[in-house]
């Protein structure tokens, strides 16, 4: 019961944590072309993917999505979203078990698919028209999960051991 | 670990390959003749980019105005509050496009000779 208390306080601090970020990233200004982002908010999902694992991150992915969609972007942007958030999510959680790759690797993998995701549900929604971007939002998921997984990664390497004895006492 | 950092370089090298060769690939493209306009997935017409003119589009949530000038086609206004269409400005390859998502229009270049299809994919 314990357990599962400081569980639900951990998840509920990720989801905030990330929240912050998506209000953040919503202050600054856009680039100059659609769908190209830093997506601050991975940080957290990937330090969520690293210390409790894929469900955790799954959960704090979806509902930061869906909140900040709620309160930033309107519900047109959950469909993007969504589908990025959840296919990059599970690639990445598929690479970290093959053990190929550090986090800032499956950071930019991550990138890709989650851009690449969206580019395919604009695809469906708007038609081939879209795919011009396709080097953009390649290049732009390279880059921002470099930078993401970078970051990540040194706060992974400082906060696990805090995590850990976050759940052994 | 050491391998998987090994990994990582081989990983982010190959990636940035693929970035720029996607580029080289896109910008290869020739001049087009053609203006194709779609709002919501339809095809609304094709404008010939050699006429200058303005054309008002009714997108989604409101209007957009495009304009066709010596050559190239750019947004000249959009109702819709992030205006990145207007930002991106001019288009005038072949399978170069603009995109409003708001509005959910796409103006798109079709190469003169090529079929819609090979334009578009570049």
Redesign the interface.
């Given at each position: 019961m314990q357990q599962r208390n400081k569980k639900i306080a951990m998840y509920a601090l990720l989801v905030a944590l990330a929240f912050i970020f998506s209000y953040v990233e919503a202050m600054l200004p856009g680039l100059q072309v659609p769908g190209v982002k830093l997506g601050l908010a991975n940080i957290v999902v990937l330090m969520a993917l690293e210390t409790t694992g894929f469900a955790g991150a799954l959960i704090v992915s979806l509902v930061r999505v869906v909140l900040s969609a709620l309160i930033f972007k309107g519900m047109l942007s959950l469909i993007y979203s969504l589908a990025g958030a959840i296919i990059s999510l599970l690639v990445m959680a598929l690479l970290k078990k093959l053990k190929l790759f550090t986090i800032v690797g499956i950071s930019c993998i991550g990138g890709i698919i989650h851009n690449m995701a969206q580019l395919s549900v604009a695809c469906l929604m708007l038609g081939k028209g879209v795919i011009a971007y396709l080097p953009w939002l390649f290049a732009g998921g390279v880059l921002s999960g470099l930078f993401i997984g970078v970051i990540g990664a040194v706060i992974v390497k400082r906060v696990q051991k805090a995590y850990s004895n976050f759940y052994r006492k | 670990?050491l391998k998987?950092?090994r990994?990582?370089i081989i990983?982010?090298l190959v990636?940035?390959t693929?970035?720029v060769l996607?580029?080289v690939?896109?910008d290869n493209g020739k001049d087009g003749k053609l203006l194709?306009v779609?709002v919501?997935?339809r095809e609304i017409c094709t404008l010939s980019l050699d006429e200058d003119t303005e054309y008002e589009i009714q997108g989604f949530i409101s209007k957009n105005i495009l304009i066709i000038e010596n050559g190239g086609a750019r947004m000249k206004e959009a109702g819709c509050p992030?205006k990145?269409c207007v930002?991106?400005g001019e288009i005038s390859k072949a399978?170069?496009?603009i995109?409003c998502?708001?509005n959910?229009i796409?103006v798109?270049v079709e190469g003169g000779e090529e079929s819609g299809?090979d334009a578009?994919?570049?």
């Open positions: - | 670990m998987r950092v990994g990582d990983l982010i990636l940035i693929a970035s996607l580029f690939l896109k194709k779609s919501n997935g992030d990145l930002k991106q399978g170069e496009s995109i998502l708001p959910r796409i798109s299809i578009t994919a570049k």
